[in-house]
Every structure is written in C-alpha cells, then in structure tokens.
C-alpha cells in the first residue's frame, strides 16, 4: 500500500463482538483489504520453532504477543498489497501496542470502528462458532474478556480524544450491524 493515498480504518471491538464478520462485509461492498492482527498471529504461530510456539502459548492464554511482532506482521502484511485502503482488526489491543504502532508505523486512521457488545453476547457466540480456535474455551474466553475490559477500553478512551470512534451497537443482526457501518464510510470514498 501507497502511504499517500491510504485510507487506514481500525475494527476494534471485544472477543466475538463481530469484528471478522463485519469486517467481511465491507470487503465485500467497499473494497477493502482486511487484515486481522489475531489471524496475522495465528498463521505465524504454525510456523516452525520457538516463535511459533510463543505465539501459541500466548494466544491460549489470552495474553498479547509482544508489540514489535505484531506491528513487523501488520506493515509486513501492508507492504505485500497493493490496495491502499486497509482495515486492521483487532489492533491496537493496549496502550503500549498503539505507542509501538505510533513510532513505528506512524500511520493514522481515518476513524475507529468500535462494536460494542454485552459478554453474555459475545461469550454464546464464541462458543458456538466452532471453527476449531484453541482460544475459544471458557477459560481462555474469560482472559480475553479481562485483558479487553482492562487493555482495550482505556485504549478506544484514548483514541476518543485524537480520531473519530464510531460506536456500532454490535447485539443486532449482522445485515442490521453492517447497516449502521455503511454510511461511515462514504465521506472518505468520495
Ligand atoms: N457473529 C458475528 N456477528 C454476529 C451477529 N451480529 N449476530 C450473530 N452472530 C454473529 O464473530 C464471532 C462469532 O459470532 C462468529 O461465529 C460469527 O459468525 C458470529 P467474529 O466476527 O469472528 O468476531 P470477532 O470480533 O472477530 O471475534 P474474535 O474471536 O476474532 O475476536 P478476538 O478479539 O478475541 O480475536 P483476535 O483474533 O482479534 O485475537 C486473538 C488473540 O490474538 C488475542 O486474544 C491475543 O492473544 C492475540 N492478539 C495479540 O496478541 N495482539 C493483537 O494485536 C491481536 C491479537
Ligand atoms: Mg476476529
């Protein structure tokens, strides 16, 4: 991606608030590259020796990969496309995450998706998904949930006071979420 003309927009939300999915959605209809730090990570937690199995163990754990390997993964990930208009999911996930992001990266988002949701929500959802993630278990979702409540939240607090966050009601139907999405982004597809 051409830094000139890039048009950057961060999904965040809590475990399961339908980040992936909404995500899809505006792929489909706008045209966006999507990269997910949490799918970035877990590719590279399959490839072989010790940072794989570091990956691995944090991931189930609940706990963030180091700051540096997920920033290198995302612009590593930015370089290899050609499409200039992003979205990052799930990323930044702390304070310290988006200090590295700054420095490193230095790149700002047009605005912050944030979908909001109750953990009752979110937690049937991720038992319910099946697709085989080691991090969906109760116990591991309980962690993820912590980390977001305490990591996260003070982070999209930060963002409120230098970039527009976009609160979506995320305890919708997917079309009626997608449907409060939309709109945001027509004034930068002009
Ligand atoms: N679903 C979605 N929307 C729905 C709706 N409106 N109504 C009904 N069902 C809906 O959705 C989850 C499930 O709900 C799906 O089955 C979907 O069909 C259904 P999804 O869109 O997958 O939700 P999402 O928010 O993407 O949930 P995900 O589990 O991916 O969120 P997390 O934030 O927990 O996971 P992520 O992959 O971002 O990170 C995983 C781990 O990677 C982290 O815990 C951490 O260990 C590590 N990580 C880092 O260390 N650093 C990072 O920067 C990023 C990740
Ligand atoms: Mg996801």
Request: proline share 4%.
């Amino acid at each position: 991606a051409q830094s000139k003309n890039l048009k950057l927009v961060f999904v965040t939300g809590g475990p399961g608030s339908g980040k992936g999915t909404q995500c899809n959605k505006i792929v489909e209809h706008f045209g966006f590259e999507h990269l997910s730090a949490g799918e970035l990570l877990r590719a590279e937690q399959n490839s072989d020796g010790e940072i794989g199995k570091m990956i691995k163990g944090l991931i189930n754990e609940g706990k963030l990969v180091p700051s540096e390997m997920t920033v290198k993964l995302i612009l590593n990930a930015m370089s290899k496309c050609s499409n200039n208009k992003i979205l990052i999911d799930g990323f930044p996930r702390n304070d310290e995450n988006r200090e590295v992001w700054d420095r490193v990266a230095g790149l700002k988002p047009e605005f912050i998706i944030f979908i909001t949701s109750s953990e009752e929500v979110m937690q049937n959802r991720l038992l319910s998904r099946n697709e085989g993630r080691d991090d969906d278990n109760l116990e591991t979702i309980r962690k993820r949930f912590k980390l977001f409540n305490e990591q996260t939240l003070p982070v999209i607090k930060h963002y409120e006071s230098i970039a527009a966050v976009q609160k979506i009601n995320g305890m919708q139907s997917v079309e009626d979420v997608f449907a409060e999405i939309r709109p945001l982004f027509n004034p930068i597809l002009q």
